[in-house]
């Protein structure tokens, strides 16, 4: 029996070949034992759940992407952020300020403020169950089988409604993926990583895998004055697997996982002048950002012990019946918890003016129903309902004792924030697919959603006596709901046996909310915002050679973005000597989303693969209906602050080579690298010139040895070659001492692993 992570050959080396993953790997290009299903022309054999059932890609009406365990290795992922620059049109790096967020944004959709308030524009999904917060969503992958990103609104199939797209993350099944396997690694900044997987079959009808995960390294951000690191990571991770199968006609999967991190601050560097409010002697540079690079060296104003602690753990039962041969029944239930406890220094200085403290106590339980009906032949539908409720309280302090200043000595400052929101989310949904004459099937669907939230919010400020008058105690409450209907429609054309062409339309939804940065009386007057929708209309082309050597995927879409959810930094009164700023949320603009995408392979000769992927993209607003960009009476008039729609280059690029070669009676040595390209980013929502990305180019290479029989594997590989700093991420609260932090990739850094298979 071969070790884990070859048993799926078929399916890893079809998805490589189609989807312009990096990967093909030693034990693929024409080794002599690999396993005789892989074959350059096995592009049948590509299966990815994109439709809620097990399908060809090249059959699938969707444009998607996916990844096997080994192609993230070539991708030298470690975490879902890995990635970037793989997929066309996929913004998706570390949150700002956070060690365990995820920002996101497909096609110009997303999430653009991590507050916990707001719903993900793009839906992450493990196993099938959604992860409803971009917090703890920047998911470790130790322990994947596939990686599936879909991308455009999912409205019809997905457990909870999104305007942007899916990430789908499945893990191991015991029974297909028995064995054992432990890596250990170590790499630049102190990295160290343990990797350890086992599964194994009790009987013909149960078995189980446990697998786990410790992830460490001491940061690539220091303070100059202390010495502190900063930026890193100390992960530890676990997941059981229970997969029973007591009858033909039944299957059940359970899982348990559990992840804790201990993280020093994640750190960024302050792009624009921080500014103190002085009684006396009126605005005051604290720090002059410097013109030169940066040199990964940030002051912070905390201790070292004031750092970001994670738990997320859950539970969940997959249960599937078959009723027949036409008809099946599928549950998935979980439970899942999120604690956090984050220190974040906004402004990523050694001044207090945007130090935050939030803690968030997370837990959700979602309950998914599906009836599947397959006749065999031209027609397939699922009928299914979504319950999820979610609560979410969270305490916050925020610290800005150095915001004003009396005759050049600071006025203490604290603001305590107590919020509470529940969710409910009720959906029903219907898809067919109708093979309505040879060669042409007709898919359609249609989603009825609600979401209802209960929100309640109360802050204090504490100021020093100075300023005692000022203090304050607001709050409010409110409970809304919003309901959608989101249909979808495709048209899709089999041409010949290797070509294939759809159109589609999809509408997503993402509900309304409450602001959780509304702090004054007035502001609590408009603390509700409406929903996002968006309708996105598609073309794309399927093809492969005849030989199945060559491969390449063609998609055009345009997208109509209503009432897109913006979160302004705003100065309420600039000429009082004691400014009040506000952070409201805006239903403000309306967005058209044009753009074409493509993704190839080419497999020369036996062991030589050439994949890319390129993606251009016009994201403009119609209209922003912003005071400060619309009125010039507003005193912070500015008609430039909204030219840009933020994570949206027009741009992105990929170019990936690699080789394998036989060494005989020596194992297999596979060497590779790829070439990225990203143009022009803008960071926020708000433009300012210091949270602008220029276009850039990335590189990285690696090599990796397999031994005759798999039981060994050493990889090697530099990330980030050519040493490049660029800028991934922003923070933009300029109404609070003018704070735009830019938060920057790692630079060039190596790593080294050894793997032992075993199969028992």
Known sequence: MKPAHLRATTLSLAIVMALAAPGLHAQDAGAADAAPAASATDIDGITVTARRRVESIQDVPVAVSAFGEEQLKDLQATDISGLQGAVPNLNIVQGRGSSNTVNVFIRGIGQPDSLQTFDPGVGMYVDDVYYSRINGALFSLFDVQQVEVLRGPQGTLYGKNSTGGAIKVNTRNPFDDQGGAVEVGVGSFGRTDFRAYVG????????????????????????????????GEDTLAFRGKLALRPTDTFTATLSADYTRQDNALTLGQPTAPLIRTDLVFGP???????????????RTSFRPDQGQEMTHKGVSANLQWDLGEQWAVKSITAWRKLDTSSFIDIDASEWELGDVLVEVDQEQFSQELQLQYDNGGNLQAIFGAYYMNETLPSYQEAYASDFFGLAGAPIDFLRTIDDDLETTSVAAFAHVNWEFAPTWTLAAGLRYSRDEKDYWRTTSTFWAPVMAALNETVAFSGKQSWDAWTPSLSLQKAFSDNVMGYVSANRGFKSGGFNGRANSALETTSAVFDPEFVWTYEAGVKMRSGDGRLTANFAGFHSS???????????????????????????????????????????????????????????????????????PTNPAYDPTLHQ????????????????????????????GGDVSYRGDTWLSVDNRPGLMQEAYTTAGAFAAWDSPQYAWQIRAGVRNLTDEVYKVEGQEFSSVANIQTAYYAPPRNWYLTVRRNFDF
Do not use: C
Not at 222 to 228: A, C, K, M, R
Not at 573 to 578: G, H, I, K
């Open 284 to 298: 005051v540079v604290l720090h002059q950002p410097s013109s030169d690079e940066y040199d990964f060296r940030t």
């Open 644 to 671: 840009h729609v933020p994570f949206s280059p027009e741009w992105t690029a990929r170019i990936a080579l690699q080789h394998s070669f036989q060494l005989g009676g020596n194992g297999a040595l596979t060497i």
């Open 200 to 231: 194994e079959e009790l009987s013909e009808r149960a078995a189980f895998s446990i697998a786990g995960a410790y992830l460490k390294n001491d940061g690539y951000v220091e303070d100059p004055v202390t010495g502190e690191e900063y930026n």
């Open 561 to 631: 973005y209503e009432d897109f959810q913006a979160r302004v930094s705003e100065v309420l009164n600039p000429e009082s000597p004691t400014p009040s700023f506000s952070f409201p949320v805006l239903n403000a603009a309306e967005m058209e989303i044009n753009g074409f995408e493509f993704e190839g392979s080419a497999r020369l000769g036996e062991a030589t693969l050439l994949s890319g992927q390129a993606s251009w993209m016009d994201a403009s607003y119609k209209s922003f209906e912003d005071l400060r960009t619309t009125d």
